[in-house]
């Protein structure tokens, strides 16, 4: 795996992403992929990406990410909704990203934002004492134009304990981007029990 400061460079001097870096493995792919491990992994994976459709660019994508681009949706400014896809991890195997700004992969599971401030957590926390903040799989509810730039807003699943636990609340986070697709920030907006 490339180091995360590395994968930045890299991609900062590579063209935007469009569909030809997308690539949504069919089920015999991940199968196969599935067999790729160790030493060998790369290689191994651009030929289960060759033989299943697969371009260059999405395997560029992998090399640099470690994920692949599963799709890639228009947002009517420089940064787009992308679904990444890593077909070996053991839950969430699909997260959303925010691409083609600067960095030019924003992930929100990685985002920094303190929950525990907020007074709404900690009153769902007191009736909850095991809530947990489940960063994997945050779902995107919109996304628009500000004056500054682009926003999306994110909702993060408050779980009772555990992966599999029983949903008791949502932390609502802004993505803010610049005019030019700069990362500006991500800001926790509130925390809301779920219903």
Avoid at 23 to 43: F, N
Wanted: net charge positive; glycine share 10%.
């Amino acid at each position: 795996m490339i180091p995360a400061i590395l994968a930045v460079v890299l991609l900062a001097a590579s063209a935007p992403f469009g569909p030809r870096h997308v690539w949504r493995p069919p089920d015999g792919a991940v199968e196969e992929l599935h067999r790729c491990s160790g030493r060998i992994r790369l290689d191994c994976v651009k030929k289960v990406l060759a033989r299943h459709g697969g371009t260059p660019e999405a395997f560029e994508f992998y090399r640099k990410t470690g994920w692949f681009l599963s799709e890639l949706k228009e947002t009517g400014g420089p940064v787009r909704v992308a679904t990444l896809l890593d077909p070996w991890r053991a839950n969430e195997n699909e997260q959303p990203a925010l691409v083609n700004g600067a960095p030019p992969v924003v992930y929100p599971e990685d985002a920094d934002f303190d929950v525990e401030k907020d007074a709404a957590y900690r009153a769902l926390r007191e009736k909850f004492p095991n809530l947990l903040l489940w960063k994997p799989g945050a779902e995107l509810e919109g996304s628009g134009s500000t004056p500054k730039g682009q926003s999306f807003l994110f909702r993060y699943r408050l779980l009772d304990g555990c992966h599999a636990c029983p949903v008791r609340g949502f932390a609502r986070v802004e993505f803010l981007f610049g005019r030019d697709g700069t990362f500006l920030r991500a800001k926790l907006l509130g925390v809301v029990p779920a219903t």
